[in-house]
């Protein structure tokens, strides 16, 4: 298998792996986030969010971003870059 340095394998509650591509990082504030679709997504399939987070030994963890407001404040911006992207392609 080809080596992918924007694809990672997450591991859900049931113990299954997934891989996914991390399409984009961002910063807000003084948080970094990764935005992450299933490899094998459909194109209406939602995209995730995870704040990246130093460990000791640095490298960067990826943590669920489960509160309500960071997520809305994440996905907002988000989806206005992505809106951007696509006026500046027309």
Do not use: S
Not at 18 to 25: N, R
Not at 51 to 60: I, L, N, W
């Amino acid at each position: 298998m080809e080596e992918n340095e924007n694809v990672v394998t997450l591991i859900d509650e049931d113990g299954q792996e997934q891989d996914f591509e991390i399409i984009m990082t961002m910063e807000m504030g003084e948080e970094e986030y990764a935005i992450l679709l299933p490899l094998d997504a459909e194109e209406e399939d939602e995209a995730y969010i995870f704040r990246m987070e130093p460990t000791e030994d640095d490298e960067v963890m990826l943590v669920a971003v489960e509160d309500d407001e960071e997520f809305d404040q994440v996905a907002a911006a988000y989806e206005a870059m992505m809106d951007e992207m696509d006026e500046e392609e027309h």
